[in-house]
């Protein structure tokens, strides 16, 4: 314990500096009602001499009117400091302490068991290394065991120590420990908690605690401390993207201008390369400043103050990160809620969204199910009331940077503030790609089992009746590289031919069909799906269709010729150079992408792949618009023939 150094005696400097350099370790204790939290912490605190005297006696003091062991000394009381808390006997708000031995630091969260209490506990969680999950060896898993062990997990918490107390009551029955972790076993299979241990104890009584109990033979595995000493920790910390959320521009005088925050993630040099989101802007790091001097090098959680070589303009809320490790800029995404306000969610309702440094407007705007804690059982729900967690697809007014919380639960997270009462009202887990089990439509089977209909008329009436064969050309390329002059112009010309054709623009797609949609890599998709969908049906209908999209990703183009049938789908890249689509960009989007106002723009915040083997290639910064558009006509009737 820290009170057994022997340097505090001898040199206390010395002491201090070893104190100093302890790693810090911070759990929680939760679980149901009465199963023994309060008192476990009292105890570990009492144990490592970490009491004053003074308040000592006023615990044993108190313990003759509050406490719940006949007036001996009541260790929860160390804990349940409030009125109300020693009246009821129970934990109300979360109540932290710190206690240290001579390998750690800890920082102890003392949650409540309460049902009614749970956002209390999701708050204590959410800082934490650790969980210790108490069960009442009488009792067993409980409704609220279930709820708390949820949250550890939801919170991406991986490591667990479920503490078997009160022993003592049922004389240390080793079948009766065993059971309970067997029954506790098959209820967090369903859950992600990597490393588990059980450890049976008798906090009131100090059994397994500190030392190994003679009253457990058959137990062979760590006490309480030893596993709280020595859990390793250290390679939780995500130590590879850095991310530094902007919290305040320090400009104390003229010739010092610094960038202070958090690092959430990773680690930074001076004189690494940064960029700063979402202006993308991009410099060097030139001093990394603390309160003690400058540092060679820093990581997280430090908080520092980052001057960069050159004068860009760098804002509170904004995210400095490498420019070959970015996080994903969106304005939408999908996330867990854990609910914390007596009001109910509203779906569509207007709320203050603050992730890391930055405060934005946004809302739910799709509430898809809520997650019964008790069974992990999805459904339905037009609401989340309090304490309730519920999957839900945020939308932003504008795009924030970030990460899957786990992966990085400094960038992952965020709360919900009410605007009118600025009460905090939700706090949310972003969750990646990979994990929030998302629908792949283009290999979706949900229409297995359903009949294609059959037109009464056939593909060769269609032909004969509109002299043409049916096909869909796709002209991608990037953005403002011609594509919809181009499509209009290629109607043009077929039409005045007497040819039934029809464009697909993605813009004007965008303002219908695909409204709900977004510009991330997966929406973008998702409207290529569709705008193939509806080609096949005009093909179907004997049209020729021109559809001008970016569709960016060659992966998805085929999978598009797929839908439309690859004897009928021919691509056009229209091929014109960034910097010619720059100079001829007469709606500024690249001006504004580069201002962070839109993002996952293809050329600028999204890698855009040109066709591997186009069939026409239209070089709209070489030929005219009316050149490129008789390069497809004259590939068509070549087809044709």
């Known amino acids: 314990m820290s009170h057994q150094s022997e340097l505090i005696a001898t040199d206390i400097d010395a002491y201090l500096r070893q104190h100093e350099n302890k790693e810090l370790l911070r759990f929680l204790t939760c679980g149901s009602v009465d199963d023994g939290k309060s008192t476990l912490i009292g105890m570990l605190l009492y144990e490592s001499k970490m009491i004053y005297e003074?308040?000592?006696?006023?615990?044993?003091?108190?313990?003759?009117?509050?406490?719940?062991?006949?007036?001996?000394?009541?260790?929860?009381?160390?804990?349940?400091?409030?009125?109300?808390?020693?009246?009821?006997?129970?934990?109300?708000?979360?109540?932290?302490?710190?206690?240290?031995?001579?390998?750690?630091?800890?920082?102890?969260a003392d949650c409540p068991g309460h049902e009614q209490y749970?956002?209390?506990?999701?708050?204590?969680?959410?800082?934490?290394?650790?969980?210790?999950?108490?069960?009442?060896?009488?009792?067993?898993?409980?409704?609220?065991?279930k709820r708390h062990s949820f949250i550890v997990s939801l919170l991406g918490?991986?490591?667990?120590?479920?503490?078997?107390?009160?022993?003592?009551?049922?004389?240390?029955?080793?079948?009766?420990?065993?059971?309970?972790?067997?029954?506790?076993?098959?209820?967090?299979?369903?859950?992600?908690?990597?490393?588990?241990?059980?450890?049976?104890i008798s906090a009131l009584q100090g059994d397994n605690l500190l030392e190994h109990s003679p009253r457990t033979p058959w137990y062979e595995g760590s006490t309480l401390m030893h596993?709280?000493?020595?859990?390793?920790?250290?390679?939780?910390?995500?130590?590879?993207?850095?991310?530094?959320?902007?919290?305040?521009?320090?400009?104390?005088?003229l010739d010092f201008r610094g960038f202070c925050g958090t690092i959430a993630s990773g680690v930074i040099h001076q004189g690494d390369e940064v960029m700063v989101l979402p202006s993308r802007r991009k410099s060097r790091v030139k001093s990394i400043v603390t309160y003690e001097g400058e540092l060679p090098e820093a990581f997280a959680p430090l908080a520092v103050t980052l001057t960069t070589e050159d004068?860009?303009?760098?804002?509170?809320?904004?995210?400095?990160?490498?420019?070959?490790?970015?996080?994903?800029?969106?304005?939408?995404?999908?996330?867990?809620?854990?609910?914390?306000?007596?009001?109910?969610?509203?779906?569509?309702?207007?709320?203050?969204?603050?992730?890391?440094?930055?405060?934005?407007?946004?809302?739910?705007?799709?509430?898809?199910?809520?997650?019964?804690?008790?069974t992990l059982h999805r459904g339905p729900a037009p609401t989340l009331g309090l304490n309730e967690i519920g999957r839900c697809q945020v939308q932003l007014n504008q795009p924030i940077a970030l990460d899957g919380y786990r992966r990085n639960k400094g960038t992952g997270s965020f709360i919900l503030i009410d605007r009118v009462s600025n009460v905090t009202v939700g706090a949310g887990m972003i969750l990646d790609r990979k994990t929030a089990d998302e629908t792949d439509h283009w290999e979706d089977q949900s229409a297995q089992g359903l009949e294609?209909?059959?037109s009464p008329v056939t593909s060769a009436e269609r032909t004969a009746r509109y002299g043409q064969q049916p096909v869909t050309v796709l002209l991608t390329g990037l953005p403002a590289a011609g594509k919809t002059p181009i499509a209009n112009a290629v109607e043009r010309l077929l039409f005045d031919k007497g040819r039934t054709v029809a464009v697909l623009d993605g813009q004007n797609l965008r303002r219908g069909l695909s409204r709900d949609l977004g510009f991330t890599p997966e929406d973008r998709s998702e409207n290529l799906r569709r705008a193939a969908e509806v080609a096949r049906s005009l093909n179907d209908a004997g049209l020729i269709t021109i559809a001008a999209f970016v569709a960016p990703h060659e992966a998805i183009r085929r999978k598009a010729a797929e839908v439309v049938g690859a004897d009928r789908f021919l691509v056009a890249h229209c091929s014109a150079p960034i910097a010619w689509c720059r100079e001829h960009d007469e709606h500024g989007i690249y001006s504004k992408a580069d201002a962070g106002e839109i993002s996952h723009l293809a050329g600028v915040s999204l890698d855009y792949e040109p066709p591997v083997e186009p069939d026409l290639v239209l070089p709209l910064h070489e030929l005219s618009v009316e050149a490129c558009a008789a390069r497809v006509v004259d590939c068509l009737e070549k087809r044709a023939k």
Not at 126 to 132: E, K, V
Not at 230 to 245: E, G, K, T, Y
Request: hydrophobic letters at 40%; aromatic letters at 8%; charged letters at 25%.
């Open 54 to 108: 003074d308040q000592l006696a006023a615990v044993e003091q108190a313990s003759t009117i509050h406490g719940t062991t006949g007036g001996a000394f009541d260790p929860a009381l160390l804990t349940d400091g409030l009125k109300a808390e020693r009246e009821q006997g129970i934990t109300i708000d979360v109540a932290y302490r710190y206690f240290s031995t001579a390998k750690r630091k800890f920082i102890i």
């Open 118 to 145: 749970t956002r209390n506990m999701a708050t204590g969680a959410s800082t934490c290394d650790l969980a210790i999950i108490l069960i009442d060896a009488r009792q067993g898993v409980l409704t609220q065991t």
């Open 157 to 200: 918490i991986k490591h667990v120590l479920v503490a078997v107390n009160k022993m003592d009551l049922v004389d240390f029955s080793q079948d009766r420990f065993e059971e309970i972790v067997r029954e506790y076993r098959d209820f967090a299979t369903r859950l992600e908690m990597p490393d588990q241990h059980f450890i049976p």
């Open 227 to 253: 596993h709280l000493e020595n859990v390793h920790i250290a390679s939780d910390r995500n130590l590879i993207d850095f991310r530094l959320p902007v919290q305040y521009v320090n400009r104390p005088h």
């Open 311 to 374: 004068e860009i303009d760098i804002s509170r809320g904004d995210m400095i990160v490498r420019p070959d490790n970015l996080p994903t800029v969106t304005d939408k995404f999908e996330a867990t809620i854990v609910w914390m306000s007596d009001e109910p969610l509203l779906p569509g309702k207007e709320y203050w969204v603050k992730h890391a440094n930055k405060l934005s407007a946004g809302r739910i705007s799709t509430l898809r199910y809520h997650i019964d804690v008790n």
């Open 452 to 454: 294609a209909r059959m």
